[in-house]
C-alpha cells in the first residue's frame, strides 16, 4: 500500500511563514504603541503631580502676600502699637501659615528723628535698640543717611530678635524693594537674600507692604508722628517654605528645584527639595539632578517677583514596562503558537489521507483537551492535551469506562454524555473544574455525537477549552469596577465636613471656582460670605471641645437652613465657615441675609454661654472681576468687622479696575 508523501509542498508551507511573521509584526507594533501609551500616561501624571507641587508651593507664598498685606492695613489704623499689640494682631496669621518665618514692623524714621525713635523704642521695651546696618559679617550702628527703615516689632521674637532695629533701606535689595512698594501701593518682593536672622545656608524672601497712616481729622498733634508711615514686612526661609508645602502631599520619586527667573544662571537656583528622600537641599546639590531628562518647569510669580519651579523625576528609568514585557512575551507566545497551530493544521490536512493511525497521531496532538467514548463510556482516545489537563498518566484511559468510575470526571459531564448518546449536544461557556493539584481551571466545554459508517449515534466526542486567564481577567476587572465605585463614593464623602455634615473647604472652593466660572459666562452675580465666630474660644475653653463641636454643628444648621437649594453653606476651617449666594439681587439684600444669620447665631445658648459672628461680605463682578479678588475682599471685609468691635456685618469696598 503506497503511503502519501506527508512533506507539503512550497506553496502549503507559505502560510506557515507568513502568519507567525505577520503576528510578529503586529506584536512588535502593539508592543510600541502600548509603551509609548505607558510613556505618555506617565509623563501627563508626572506634570499633574508637577503642577500640584507648585500649586502648594505657589499657595504659601501667596498666602505670605495675603497676611503681609492684612499686618499693613492693622498698622494702618492702629495707631500707638506696642509689642504686645503687634504680636497679638501677628501670631494668628503666623499659626494659619508656618512656612512664615517672621513678620515684621519697619515704620519710616527720618535722620533727624532717629535719636527720638531709639530712645522710645528702648522705653518701650526693647533693651540696648539701636538702627543698625551689616557691615561685613556683623550689624554695627547705622551710618548717617537721610532717612530710615528700622525693624521696630517682630513676630516671633525668639529666634529672630536679631532683626530689632536693623534698617531696612540700608541693603541696595532690601531698599530696591521698599522703593517700588511705596511707588506702587502694593506688595512687592525682594529679589532672594540671605536673611539677618539666617544662621545656616538658606535662601531667603521678604514680602513688604507699605502702609501710610491717615492724619487725625482733629487738630495736628504736637509733635510728629514717627510711625505714621512704614512697611509691614514677612520673611520666609525658601528651603523651610517648599518643606512645608509638600509635606501634606503624597511622596513622590521627584527632586523640586526652585529658580529666581530673574536672575542670571549662575544664581538661580533658590533651594532644592528631594521628595522621595526626604532631603532638602541647596544650590551646591543641583549637580545631582539637572542632568535627568525627566523634568517638567511651572512659572510662578510672587508679588510681582517672576520665580519658577522645576520638578525633575528621581525615579529610575526603564525601557520597558512590565507591561509591554508581559505584551512582548505573550505576542511571541501567541506567534509561535500561530506558526506551531497552522504547523498542526498543515499536518493534519496531509495526514487525513492517511489510515487511522494518523488520525490518531492528529487527536494525540489537538491543541484542545479532546477525549472521544464509544456508546458503554469507554475511552477510545484521549489528546494529550486532556490526560495532562485532567491528571492522566500516558498508560490511562483507552479502553476504560473511567467515566463511570473517576470521581475526577464530574457528573455533569457523564449527563452530558448521555443526552448526546440521545442525539442531543450539550455546551457551556464558563464550568470551573478543579484539577488533581487542588488549582480551579475554567473550561468552556461541548458534548456531541458521532456517528459510524452506517450513520448510527456511535458515541460522544468532549471538547474542553481552558478559558482560565480569560475568566480570571473578567473576575479582575468585575472587582476592580467594585473597588472604583467605592473610591467614587468616598471621593463624595471627602468634599463633606465630618463633624457638621455640610461642605468643607475643598468642596466649597471647587464649587465656588465653578459659580464664578458660570457667572462669567452668563453675566450674573454671586455673593461670598466669610464668617469668624466671636467668643467660640470661651465656650471651648470653659464647657469642652464636645460643647464646642456642638456649637458648630448648631450654627451650621442655621446656615444650611437659611440657604437656598442653589446656595451652599460650607465650614472653611477651625470655627470660620463661608456662604456662597447665587444670583442675589444686590449687595443690600445680600447683607440682610447676612444679617438675620448674625442674629440667629447671637440667639443660640449653650449653658448660658453665647457666640457671635463676624461677616465679610463681597459681591462678584460689582466689586470683584477675579476669584482670588473676591477672595480677598470677602477675608478683609471679615477682618474689619473684627477690628470694628465683632459682631457685625462688613461690606466689602469695590476693587479698583
Not at 426 to 453: I, K, M
Request: hydrophobic fraction near 45%.
Amino acid at each position: 500500500m503506497n503511503t502519501p508523501n506527508p512533506r507539503p509542498s512550497r506553496i502549503e508551507r507559505l502560510p506557515e511563514i507568513l502568519f507567525p511573521a505577520l503576528a510578529v509584526l503586529l506584536t512588535l507594533a502593539a508592543a510600541w504603541a502600548t509603551q509609548h501609551s505607558e510613556n505618555a500616561t506617565r509623563t501627563a501624571l508626572f506634570r499633574q503631580d508637577a503642577i500640584v507641587y507648585a500649586n502648594a508651593i505657589e499657595d504659601r507664598l501667596q498666602n505670605l502676600v495675603n497676611d503681609v498685606q492684612v499686618l499693613a492695613q492693622f498698622l494702618a489704623v492702629a495707631p500707638g502699637v506696642g509689642m504686645e499689640d503687634f504680636a497679638r494682631f501677628a501670631r494668628p496669621l503666623l499659626e494659619r501659615n508656618r512656612a512664615i518665618q517672621a513678620l515684621e514692623w519697619a515704620p519710616y524714621v527720618p535722620a533727624a528723628a532717629r535719636a527720638a525713635f531709639e530712645a522710645e523704642a528702648r522705653q518701650q521695651g526693647s533693651v540696648g535698640f539701636r538702627v543698625r546696618e551689616r557691615r561685613g559679617e556683623a550689624l554695627r550702628p547705622a551710618a548717617d543717611r537721610d532717612d530710615y527703615y528700622p525693624v521696630a516689632q517682630v513676630e516671633p521674637l525668639e529666634d529672630n530678635a536679631v532683626v530689632l532695629g536693623f534698617d531696612m533701606g540700608s541693603e541696595p535689595l532690601r531698599r530696591a524693594a521698599l522703593e517700588r512698594a511705596r511707588a506702587s501701593g502694593q506688595p512687592v518682593a525682594t529679589a532672594p537674600l540671605t536673611l539677618v536672622q539666617e544662621t545656616a545656608e538658606q535662601r531667603g524672601l521678604l514680602v513688604v507692604a507699605p502702609y501710610r497712616r491717615a492724619p487725625p481729622a482733629e487738630a495736628a498733634p504736637k509733635r510728629t508722628d514717627l510711625r505714621a508711615q512704614g512697611f509691614a514686612i514677612g520673611a520666609v526661609r525658601l528651603g523651610d517654605l517648599v518643606e512645608d508645602a509638600v509635606s501634606a502631599l503624597p511622596r513622590k520619586a521627584v527632586a523640586l528645584v526652585l529658580l529666581d527667573a530673574a536672575a542670571p544662571d549662575a544664581a538661580r537656583v533658590l533651594c532644592i527639595h528631594a521628595v522621595e528622600a526626604d532631603r532638602s537641599g541647596h544650590p551646591s546639590d543641583v549637580a545631582g539632578f539637572v542632568r535627568h531628562p525627566s523634568e517638567y518647569e511651572v512659572a510662578m510669580r510672587v508679588a510681582g517677583r517672576p520665580l519658577e519651579l522645576r520638578v525633575l523625576s528621581t525615579a529610575p528609568s526603564s525601557l520597558a514596562s512590565s507591561w509591554t514585557l508581559a505584551l512582548l512575551a505573550a505576542g511571541f507566545a501567541v506567534s509561535a503558537a500561530l506558526g506551531a497551530l497552522l504547523r498542526l493544521r498543515l499536518r493534519a490536512a496531509i495526514r487525513l489521507r492517511e489510515r487511522e493511525e494518523r488520525l490518531r497521531l492528529f487527536i494525540e496532538d489537538a491543541p484542545v483537551a479532546l477525549a472521544i467514548l464509544d456508546r458503554e463510556m469507554r475511552y477510545l482516545t484521549a489528546s494529550r492535551r486532556w490526560r495532562r489537563d485532567f491528571g492522566w498518566s500516558e498508560q490511562d484511559g483507552r479502553g476504560d469506562a473511567r467515566a463511570a468510575q473517576a470521581p475526577a470526571i464530574p457528573m455533569r459531564w457523564r449527563q452530558a454524555c448521555h443526552r448526546g448518546l440521545a442525539g442531543e449536544g450539550s455546551r457551556t461557556q464558563t464550568d470551573p473544574f478543579d484539577r488533581p493539584d487542588g488549582s480551579v481551571q475554567w473550561l468552556r466545554w461541548e458534548t456531541c455525537p458521532w456517528h459510524d459508517a452506517q450513520g448510527r449515534i456511535a458515541g460522544t466526542a468532549i471538547f474542553a477549552e481552558d478559558i482560565t486567564e480569560a475568566q480570571e481577567a473578567r473576575l479582575a476587572l468585575e472587582t476592580q469596577q467594585i473597588q472604583l465605585k467605592a473610591a467614587l463614593r468616598e471621593a463624595r464623602k471627602a468634599r463633606l465636613d465630618a463633624l457638621t455634615g455640610i461642605a468643607n473647604r475643598a468642596g466649597f472652593e471647587e464649587r465656588l471656582e465653578q459659580e464664578v466660572a458660570r457667572a462669567h459666562r452668563h453675566g450674573s452675580r454671586i455673593a461670598l460670605m466669610f464668617i469668624d465666630l466671636d467668643g467660640f474660644k470661651t465656650v471651648n475653653d470653659t464647657q469642652g471641645h464636645q460643647a464646642g463641636d456642638q456649637v458648630l454643628r448648631d450654627i451650621a444648621a442655621v446656615l444650611m437652613n437659611g440657604c437656598r437649594r442653589e446656595d451652599l453653606a460650607a465650614r472653611y476651617g477651625g470655627d470660620e465657615f463661608a456662604v456662597l449666594l447665587a444670583d442675589p439681587l444686590d449687595a443690600q439684600s445680600v447683607a440682610a441675609i447676612a444679617e438675620r444669620f448674625r442674629e440667629e447665631i447671637l440667639a443660640l445658648s449653650w449653658s448660658g454661654c453665647s457666640v457671635g459672628a463676624s461677616f465679610g461680605i463681597a459681591l462678584f463682578p460689582d466689586q470683584a472681576d477675579t476669584l482670588p479678588e473676591l477672595i480677598r475682599l470677602a477675608d478683609e471685609a471679615m477682618y474689619a468687622s473684627k477690628a470694628a468691635g465683632k459682631n457685625r456685618v462688613t461690606l466689602a469696598a469695590s476693587s479698583p479696575r
